[in-house]
């Protein structure tokens, strides 16, 4: 089992930056893959950015060039930095994990982005 908390969204102008925290209990090397999930107002979740096998990463076409997943290991921690925040960026967003084929997910954490 594994407890993941989100922290750092916030109110953004567009064109701003924000990073986000994924904090994990227990070693992210044992976590087979994790990454980022958000869901806009009306919209269905969507997947954001992944590490999958291992470092690989994977984003959505919509925020490539601008989002970037990276990852502590020593701190258990997952982040994404986001930069040029445009208003449709604007979402709750998840941090999710995968262990032993179950999925876990954090509490998520409201990003607004204002034009």
């Known amino acids: 089992q594994v407890q993941l908390v989100e922290s750092g969204g916030g109110l953004v102008q567009a064109g701003g930056s924000l990073r986000l925290s994924c904090a994990a209990s227990r070693s992210i090397f044992s976590i087979n893959s994790m990454g980022w999930y958000r869901q806009g107002p009306g919209k269905q979740r969507e997947l954001v950015a992944s590490f999958t096998s291992g470092t690989s990463t994977n984003y959505a076409d919509s925020v490539k060039g601008r989002f970037t997943i990276s990852r502590d290991n020593a701190k258990n921690t997952v982040y994404l930095q986001m930069n040029s925040l445009k208003p449709e960026d604007t979402a709750v967003y998840y941090c999710?994990?995968?262990?032993?084929?179950?999925?876990?997910w954090g509490q998520g954490t409201q990003v607004t982005v204002s034009s």
């Open positions: 999710y994990g995968t262990l032993w084929g179950l999925d876990y």
